[in-house]
């Protein structure tokens, strides 16, 4: 059964993935293939005698991007815990936050981190820190998981070089350091909403448990954090955070000043992809763990195997999620959608944020739904009465919205995290609406004051 109207299979989708996960309780790899499979036979995009063989593509073309990465960082997880490197770090940022405003350590590293590189290798890096500072201070895990979702999606979704608002504000000729300091404007007071205001918010009706996750178990981090701090010290413990970061941003740097095909691309290229950077910090933290823990190679294969059977699982729920929203945008909701609202006469920045706010729910990429909506507005430009960035942010801002099982960030949140579905919607889902939607308010305001032209 083929449906025309793109709507259709579009609700269809959303009732089947709640149904199956929600309802029946299914694993979420089963469920959300099911739902792949199930759009896909209703899509006018696939012919029947193609669905099953499109889905496993949409499944491995997002298993070739999150694959290596997401085991390294189980990797990286495991070892950065077993080895004392986390607790270490917990300490130096209480020392400086200090244990009634940790969470502001959390969120601060989460907003700078995500600069660089994307959302879901920030959240990879960081999701052992909260876990840990969970298990030092006893409470406030709520809270710091969403201080780190709010911190690392304002600057995924708002500020260049984040490869996302870098191919937005060139899409809009928008100038680049005015992208970067409008955009870090706008983005800090809304991580702070988002993640401080709103966390303490929910922490206070609410305190999630402590789960394992990523092969780490409430009472190993229980051990780690007990310890009397003889681990690694401050600078040897950040390496396999700060060195992918380092590598990934360097490549992003690189490709925002210097051609294409030139020397220094290539090599950035080449040791700024995650693959290769997240690699090298998995194998410096294991070297640490190994020197400081273990000294006996068949414990450490032990352990490493451990972490990578629950990357493994990590993996095939993100593929699945990848394929589900693959199978959604076989139908044209993206376009069909777009086509509405530009008709309907709404204001340039609001159709901006409209546009990509229903590409980020129908699709479930933060990314695609700003380009998307780069695209479709970038020929309107010369139509606005204030600057680009602002329609750039409000574009950037409609990408935040409303994450749900359609987005692999989603399901890196809740596994990584060690989160329930329902509590990842209490924490990013619920934080990510709050910030796209004040987020706009105070484009529009600033854009009223301010309007740059």
Known sequence: MVLSNPLIPLAIGVLLVVFLLVYLNLPPFVGLIIAALGVAVISAGVPINEVPAQVAQAFGETLIGVGIPILMAAIIGKTLMESGAAARIVRAALSVTGQERSEYAILSSSYLLSVPVFFDNVFYLLAPLGRAMKQRTG?????????????????????????????????????????????GAVALPTSLLGGIVYGKALNNREEFPLRESMGVSSEEIDEEMAASGTGPGLVESLTPIVLPLVLIGSNTIAAALYAEGTTIRTATAFVGDATLALTAAAMFSTYTYYRLEVQDLDVLNEELTGAIKSGGNIIAITAAGGAFGAMLNTTGVGEYVAGIVTGLGFSLLVAGWLIAALMRVAQGSATVALLTG????????????????????????????????????????????????????????????????????????????????
């Open 139 to 183: 409470v406030k895990f709520s809270l710091y998981m969403t201080a780190l979702c709010a911190g690392a999606l304002a600057t995924h979704t708002l500020v260049p070089p984040t490869p996302g608002p870098l191919a937005v504000a060139n899409s809009l000729n928008v100038n680049l350091g005015l992208a970067i300091l409008v955009g």
């Open 374 to 453: 780069a695209e479709i507005m970038a020929p309107l430009t010369g139509d606005l009465s204030v600057s680009a960035v602002y329609l750039m942010l409000a574009i950037g801002a409609g990408g935040m919205i409303a994450p749900w099982f359609n987005d692999s960030g989603f399901w890196i949140v809740s596994e990584v995290g060690g989160l329930t579905q329902t509590e990842t919607f209490k924490t990013y889902s619920a934080s990510a609406t709050i910030m796209s939607v004040t987020g706009l308010l105070l484009i529009l305001l600033l854009s009223s004051v301010v309007p740059l032209t």
